[in-house]
């Protein structure tokens, strides 16, 4: 079965430091990739999207992800966080253009120190 | 202002009861979706609408109905609920080309199934 797989659950930085949370699927056909962002008692925002084209796409609030078909990741970047990044962040994969199922990760929480 | 609305937010129920939680959304998409959000599990998609009248199962549909009888709404639907549906719900929608992603989601329906 298809699945998105994100290997940190609970990330812990401080201010200004470097981020970068992984994130694999297991499907071999064409995909749709997204980074989805949940603030704390908020619902989901989209971050960033990559249907095709240049393989690093830019999102917004500074975060980029880069797609590596090779390894089957979309890895979410950010070079300096703030606290207001804390929250939790999802990974998500739809599998072709012609369906609306979507497939999520497990979520991974980033907790900022200030 | 853009958005998509569920009803009710809150609701404590106990098992086999009917219930019925609605989603609207005022923006004229085409593409609807309901997931459930449980802690560790990340959001899984239960149903999808690529358009009135067309619905389809997403990961997780056993126990669960849809409809989508016009453009706007997407009720999704327990018949007889039982513990394990306990779960933070999300309706979802977005414009269909080039396929639904999901983009604008409502703000959550907890279930809580005793």
């Known amino acids: 079965a298809q699945s998105v797989s994100q290997h940190n659950h609970h990330v812990i930085l401080s201010e200004a430091a470097s981020l970068e949370l992984g994130c694999n699927y297991s499907y071999g056909g064409t995909v749709n990739l997204f980074w989805y962002v949940q603030y704390p008692g908020q619902h989901l925002q989209l971050l960033l999207k990559y249907f095709s084209g240049d393989p690093l796409v830019k999102g917004i609030k500074g975060f980029e992800a880069e797609f590596i078909k090779s390894k089957f990741s979309f890895n979410l970047r950010k070079p300096s966080v703030q606290w207001s990044d804390t929250a939790e962040y999802f990974c998500a994969v739809r599998l072709s253009s012609n369906t609306g199922k979507l497939i999520f990760g497990q979520g991974t929480t980033l907790q900022v120190k200030p | 202002e853009a958005q998509v609305t569920q009803n009710p937010r809150y609701l404590i129920t106990v098992t086999g009861k009917k219930l019925t939680v609605t989603c609207s959304q005022n923006?004229?998409?085409?593409?609807m979706s309901w997931y459930r959000q449980d802690p560790g599990l990340g959001l899984r998609q239960i149903y999808y609408?690529?358009?009135?009248?067309?619905?389809d199962k997403g990961d997780v549909p056993e126990g669960y109905k849809v409809s989508r009888k016009e453009k706007r709404n997407f009720p999704l639907i327990l018949e007889s609920p039982s513990p394990n549906q306990t779960s933070l719900y999300f309706c979802a929608s977005s414009p269909t080309s080039p396929g639904g992603q999901p983009q604008h989601f409502g703000d959550g329906t907890r279930l809580s199934i005793l």
């Open positions: 609408s690529m358009n009135v009248e067309v619905t």
């Open positions: 923006m004229n998409h085409e593409y």
